[in-house]
């Protein structure tokens, strides 16, 4: 029986890697075993940054939420109480945007939750 030689398969694994390597710097893309490395690392960092940009985002917004609260004199925390309260669901997403585009509309939500909030110390102390 003929010892099979992995050829083809080989090439096609390197060109693969030496692709995604294309545009590295010096050996990185020129040496398969540099450039092997250098992607595999590349592929676990943009991964992980895959993640820190949803959290990023999510920081953010909840900073732009926390500011436009501060401005209608609620705390974050007591915003996203009295909206769950109130059974509104919206996502941070759409409050940060509306907080910056939209401050009449923020205002009123957040008036909304103020009102929720009330009802609900009210009905405590009862």
Known sequence: ???VISGATRRRRHKKI???AKGYWGGRHRMF???KATVQ???ANAYKGRKQRKREFRRLWVVRIS???QANGLSYSKL????TLAGVELNRKMLSELAV???EAFARIAEMA???LEVKTASAEA
Request: charged share 30%; glycine share 4%.
């Open 33 to 35: 075993k540099v450039a």
């Open 41 to 43: 690392r590349a592929m």
């Open 67 to 69: 500011a436009a609260a």
């Open 101 to 103: 585009a939209d401050e």
């Open 18 to 20: 030496m692709k995604l």
């Open 114 to 116: 103020r009102e929720q």
């Open 80 to 83: 996203m109480a009295g909206l």
């Open 1 to 3: 029986m003929a010892r």
